[in-house]
C-alpha cells in the first residue's frame, strides 16, 4: 500500500513544502515540492480582531 507523506517547514514570512510517496520496500520517493515566500508579516491586534502593522 502506498502511502504519502507531507513535510511542512513554515518561517517567519515563508511557507516550504515536500511531498513523498513510499514504495513497497518503504523506501521515499520526492514528489511535488514547493514555497512561498515573502508572506505578508501583518500581525492581528488585540481589540477585536483588528489589524495592525509593525
Known amino acids: 500500500m502506498r502511502e ?21 520496500d518503504r523506501s521515499l ?8 515566500e515573502q508572506i505578508d508579516t501583518t500581525i492581528w491586534g488585540a481589540q477585536r480582531g ?3 502593522s509593525d
Open 50 to 52: 483588528t489589524l495592525r
Open 29 to 36: 520517493v520526492a514528489g511535488a515540492h514547493g514555497a512561498v
Open 4 to 24: 504519502s507523506l507531507l513535510v511542512l517547514n513554515a518561517g517567519s514570512s515563508s511557507l516550504a513544502f515536500s511531498v513523498y510517496e513510499t514504495r513497497v
